[in-house]
């Protein structure tokens, strides 16, 4: 499920707040959790 989140977020599918509530979760927790499937807090799409 973080995996899927993850992309998500990633290619601007689902906002910050968004996926924090769908894996409820708290930011801190969610900017930790997104290096593990390759994706930084910082990059909002893939073009950036």
């Not at 910050?16 to 909002?44: H, K, W």
């Amino acid at each position: 499920m973080e995996a899927l989140i993850a992309m998500l977020y990633f290619r601007g599918k689902l906002s910050e707040n968004q996926a924090c509530q769908t894996l409820n979760i708290s930011r801190r927790a969610f900017a930790e959790m997104l290096p593990r499937y390759g994706v930084s807090i910082f990059v909002d799409s893939e073009e950036n």
